[in-house]
Nanobody
Framework: QVQLVESGGGFVQPGGSLRLSCAAS????????VAWYRQAPGNQRELVAY???????WRAESVHGRFSITIDNAKNTAFLQMNNLKPEDTAVYYC???????????????WGQGTQVTVSS
């Protein structure tokens, strides 16, 4: 059974940083691509960034240069480093892992429960 547990959300002032974590069991980040999504109140869930094991990566234009995905394979944990946060980054952030291993492109698969990020002065 696959389980993804996000953590690291919280309240931060504009310009601040947060690092979200996604700890996985039942699936390995060393073989399966990972993505982060977010959903703000009243909005649809949107893809923020993804990273495949083959080296492909993508980030939304709105977070380019500010957000990045890293992987700690020893801990089987993925991270979303978020820098220079803006109020419009406020949302619930979700981790997602591709069901299929060694994919070139990312396809949504398993979801975590989400973690709230609030950016406000």
């Amino acid at each position: 059974q696959v389980q993804l547990v996000e953590s690291g959300g919280g309240f931060v002032q504009p310009g601040g940083s947060l690092r979200l974590s996604c700890a996985a069991s039942g699936i390995m980040f060393s073989t399966n691509a990972v993505a982060w999504y977010r959903q703000a109140p009243g909005n649809q869930r949107e893809l923020v960034a993804y990273r495949t094991t083959g080296g492909s990566s993508w980030r939304a234009e709105s977070v380019h240069g500010r957000f990045s995905i890293t992987i700690d394979n020893a801990k089987n944990t993925a991270f979303l480093q978020m820098n220079n946060l803006k109020p419009e980054d406020t949302a619930v952030y979700y981790c997602n892992v591709d069901r299929n291993p060694h994919t070139i492109f990312f396809t949504p698969g398993y979801w975590g429960q989400g973690t709230q990020v609030t950016v406000s002065s």
